[in-house]
């Protein structure tokens, strides 16, 4: 089954939306269930074009005439005795606005109607392709949310799908013989065929005269509705062979139309239409079709229109089409940005009729322009430039600056990339700040903070031991070790106290395992005088290897070169120098140092020699 929301937001104008929720708005205020009916329907399911818009409310239909009125429709009129009113809605839009209705015939052509249900009033009607209905409410109603349901009693869709015209009742054309016309005009336009059956009753309706029956206001109605006809000729034709003109109106024939320029007609709705110019030829198509139509035959004929409304279009149309074409010459259409802004702007019908009857020469060269060149701008539109420069959709004001845009190169402004580009500079955002690598901010971070040792040694005072690499002045130095070992490797951790790592090894050992190092240093702890031996920082090798130790050269302060064994004054760090390549030269038989307190010490990225340890 077709998605019929999605037909409703897709297959219909913008003028068929906005008509439509007008009257949805309406209808809410007054508590009244609203649908679509009819031919709307029907064109919706089988893909043909919405012409013209029905709907029912199930309740008294003539009670919305004001409300329609303020929400800017026109009343073009008005069928009491069937509780419905027709309407105009800005952009063409033609709706009949009816009630839910229970309908019998006690005689042909004499109906008597009651309110009734939606069910009700799809089983009054003549085809079942029109006997279908889609719910306008939207979880107000007493239906509950019902936006977009199909009612279908009667298998419409079926003979949609077949692209046959079947009767709702076997007696329809006994009771209503102007659905035989009807029939007629809907296989015209659709290039559809009754069913067999619905065929023989037709055939059975001309030879009896059912036709005798009908009506004043339906043969009016079935008249005017020829001019509204997408080629009303080719109707007109396939009803003059039918036979059914003349029960309409005998003075209407093909054979008085001027067939070349209800063409040349059609060809420039056609344009205009792809241009998304949607003008109703109703009003254009009269003139043409009663070309040779006498004056008295002419009037009489508009009057027997049961909308009025339709034969006031007609006889201010040529007005209207004056007054458009002396704006489209003037200055303010001189651009053709600005003829373009005005061709939209102006009543459809009138610029139907300009572009159709027009003989200014620069007039129909703008219309000439406006179906050919100037739409080609959009495709100059710079969406590559915009993309660089940060002009994406989701940006606000996105359309209304392609707009601009448009009409700037439809008035060849913008000739060269660089001036594409200026004009685009005061739209485009500033551009993002860059990523931040996750592991160089924490490696930064790392670097900004000072090591442990260092607070510990402003912070201890009288009693810590400095750490000094032996063979450096006896100033009693801190030398802060950093490995200078490639990314892959891990650094090795010394974190072990110097006296667990003296019990590994013997003194004559730790000698020996610091002799081939070049740039590490041996660590020892220089205790002040007249204190006990403090803890030695000892930055051991990882594992079973000697360390490859980057030392970095630092320049103590000059009160700590003078004082080296002060108790009382802290050590002073200084900031980190390019490191000098120093051999560590390991005491000779010399006592391993007595180790307190235990402090951390700074870790120690160490690089490994292939030579074996001894």
Known sequence: MADYIYLLENRLSKSQQAALSKVQEVARSKGLNLFLVGGAVRDLTSGSPVRDLD???????????????????VITGEWEEMHAF?????????????????????????????????LDDLRRRDFTANAMALSLNQGSDAMGSSYGLLLDPLNGVADIENRELRLVSNYGFIEDPVRMIRAVRFMARLGWQMDEKTQARYETGKQEGYISAMGAFERGYETEEIFHEEDPLRVLKRLEAEGWVKYLCAALSSAKANAAELERLRDAQMQLQMQGIHAEAAAANFPLLTAKMAPKEVTALKK??????????????????????????????????????????????????????????????????????WPQAKQKLPYTLMQEMRIVPELPGYDELLDKLFFELMDNKLGTVEEMKAYLEPF???????????????????????????????????????????GAAPAAEAVETKAAAPKKETPAKATAPAKAAEKKAPAHARAKVAAPVKTAAKVVAKA?????????????PAKKAPAKVAEKKAAAPAHAAKHPHSAKAPAKVVKKAPAKKVVAKAPAKKAPAKVVKKAPAKKVATKVPAKKRH
């Open 528 to 540: 002040p005088a007249k204190a006990p031996a403090k803890k030695v920082v000892a930055k051991a």
């Open 304 to 373: 027997s229109f049961p909308q009025q409304g339709f034969v006031h279009e007609i006889e201010a149309l040529e007005g209207e089409g004056k007054e458009f074409a002396a704006q489209l010459s003037g200055k303010g259409a001189a651009a053709p940005s600005q003829a373009w802004k005005l061709l939209y702007a102006a009543k459809p019908e009138s610029v139907l009729w300009v572009a159709h009857t027009s003989k200014s020469g620069p007039i129909q060269a703008k219309f000439k322009a406006f179906y050919t060149e």
């Open 55 to 73: 709907v029912v409310v199930q309740g008294n239909a003539l009670k919305l005439k004001k409300d329609i009125e303020k929400s800017g429709a």
């Open 86 to 118: 027709y309407v105009r809605f800005p952009g063409g839009v033609r709706m009949e606005i009816g009630s839910t209705l229970s309908v019998t015939y006690p005689k042909p052509g004499k109906p008597v109607v009651k309110t009734a249900t939606i």
């Open 428 to 470: 485009s955002p500033p551009a993002p700040p860059p990523p931040v690598h996750l592991r160089r901010a924490r490696a930064a971070k790392k670097d900004a903070k000072p090591p442990k040792s260092r607070k510990k040694a402003a912070a201890a005072g009288n009693g810590e031991a400095v750490a000094v690499t032996e």
